[in-house]
């Protein structure tokens, strides 16, 4: 690392956990989003047929410090036969800043033909947000602002809407549709607003043994450009997963996924950014675990591949 190295690291935490805080403060982004439906669209609760727990670790931009950190866990399944309930909790740091999110989720699905259902449901929760300035490097560390942590418990309240076949899915959601707004002081420090989501895919069976998934998901937050992320995932004998993902212009991911057992599936994804931000860090981490418990009663022959 040369002397030049360092203080641009520096330079880059400082601007982008400010950002964050002032300007954002919103929820964090997914490369295997088609996996980790649930947390995106509440309506997506309890529409397979087992119940489904997940695990997901993403660290973005490795090798900056104070770099984005996520974890994520989901549990959801079928209470009665049009009633899905689920749980979902979050853990996003950045820099000074951690937000835990805790939601609670009900779907009701509608079956609107032979082949197709429509599921709406909502989330609610909390949001747990605490700002550490001693994790933080400041012109001024007299500054009173900077002298007492900020600790905000604020409410979520979201809607989702999933339309689904055995073979394609759309939705539409979003995670919060409170906006909120933190001050100390009279100095804004956060700023919080509804991000709205659309996910759609498709699932072509190329095979006896081949099926090929694309998909893509669209974020839509006011006063932000619209966020796209397209994939394309090839699953091979009902077992081993392998695709390649885009973000516009932001990054380019390779992604990788072996279902072990028939309840048991492991998922990595790579991210390698487009920006000028890639001379200082060394890609994004993504890995993702999730246990299946099937309904042999109602079991497909074929599972769905979503």
Same mark, same amino acid.
């Given at each position: ?100 999110? &805790?939601? #609670?989720?009900? !779907?009701?699905?509608?079956? *609107?033909?032979? $082949?197709?259902? %429509? @599921? ?35 409410? &979520?309240? #979201?809607?989702? !809407?999933?339309?689904?076949? *055995?073979?394609? $899915?759309?939705? %539409? @959601? ?133």
């Amino acid at each position: 690392m040369n002397a030049f190295q360092i203080p641009t690291k520096l330079l880059l935490f400082c601007f982008l956990v400010p950002v964050y805080l002032v300007f954002a403060q919103q929820p964090p982004q997914y490369t295997q989003y088609m996996y980790n439906t649930m947390v995106l669209n509440s309506g997506y609760t309890g529409t397979s047929s087992k119940i489904e727990a997940l695990l997901l670790h993403r660290s973005q931009w490795v090798g900056i410090d104070g770099s984005p950190e996520n974890q994520a866990f989901s549990i959801h399944g079928k209470l009665k036969e049009n009633i899905g309930l689920g749980l979902s909790a979050t853990n996003d740091n950045l820099g000074a800043s951690n937000a835990i999110e &805790i939601n #609670g989720n009900f !779907a009701y699905e509608i079956q *609107t033909g032979y $082949y197709t259902k %429509l @599921s709406l449901g909502v989330n609610a929760g909390v949001n747990l947000l605490n700002i550490d300035y001693s994790k933080g490097i400041y012109e001024n560390d007299q500054d009173p602002l900077f002298q007492e942590n900020l600790n905000s418990t604020r409410p &979520i309240l #979201g809607l989702g !809407a999933f339309f689904y076949s *055995t073979n394609w $899915y759309a939705g %539409l @959601s979003t995670q919060n549709i409170l906006n909120s707004q933190i001050f100390d002081d009279k100095e804004l420090i956060t700023n919080r607003k509804s991000q709205f989501y659309f996910m759609g895919g498709y699932v072509f069976d190329l095979s006896e043994r081949l099926r090929f998934k694309p998909t893509v998901l669209t974020k839509h937050v006011a006063g932000a450009p619209i966020t796209v992320d397209v994939s394309g995932n090839f699953l091979i004998n009902e077992k081993l997963s392998l695709g390649l993902a885009y973000r516009y212009d932001d990054a380019v991911s390779a992604l990788a996924g072996f279902n072990v057992s028939e309840k048991f599936f492991i998922g990595y994804a790579y991210d390698y950014t487009l920006t000028d931000l890639n001379n200082y860090n060394d890609g994004s981490h993504e890995i993702i675990l999730k246990y299946s418990i099937f309904d042999r009663n109602k079991r497909a022959l074929s599972p769905r591949f979503f």
